[in-house]
């Protein structure tokens, strides 16, 4: 019997919000192997007779949360550092360091000025970009390709910005799966380039 190796990918920020809306709470670490699993029960479920799968390994993809104080147009000054997501976040990644068979890859999240709150005209709320996240996701998906280091990837994403990646794997004979978790809307480009969608 031949073995495929596969690698899932996880966007962090998309499965943390797919999560939440899916279950009504955010993720904890108990949470991720049956999500592990479950991935592979689907991607197993297309093989054909003689072939089985081995999970090679998982890489979470996110930012470290961003600790910085500033001064928000109102003259207050607000410390990031002792929001209760800034805490999560830290949390999460200390366990995430730990987890088995799994490799955390973390960007930056930069502060890029204020917006107005959505419902509190005169209050305002930290504008953050994540930096360095899509670009390590794509090197990784080049190399393991490149390598051969996999037969089979799993990307956990809605983002579009992942279609040359998996354009790349697909020429160097990787099968590409799509994994949205429940994603309401899926971009054709996105549906063009997964060898697979599993739901």
Sequence with gaps: MSVNKVAILID???FLQRFKTNN????RIADLQPFINDIMIKVSATNP?????MLLRT???DCRPNGDTKIDPNGKTVDFSQHPQFKAANAFHADLRTFPQLALRLGELS???WKVHPT???DYIPDFKQKSVDIKLGLDIAWMSSKRTIDKLVLV?????FVSPMKFARREGIL???YPMGQPQIKIILKEHADFIIA
């Design 12 to 14: 962090g920020g998309f």
């Design 24 to 27: 009504g709470k955010s993720p």
């Design 49 to 53: 007779p003689g072939t089985s799968d």
């Design 59 to 61: 890489y979470y993809y």
């Design 111 to 113: 502060f890029d000025g």
């Design 120 to 122: 509190k005209a005169n």
């Design 157 to 161: 994403a809605g983002d579009s910005d």
């Design 176 to 178: 590409v799966y799509l």
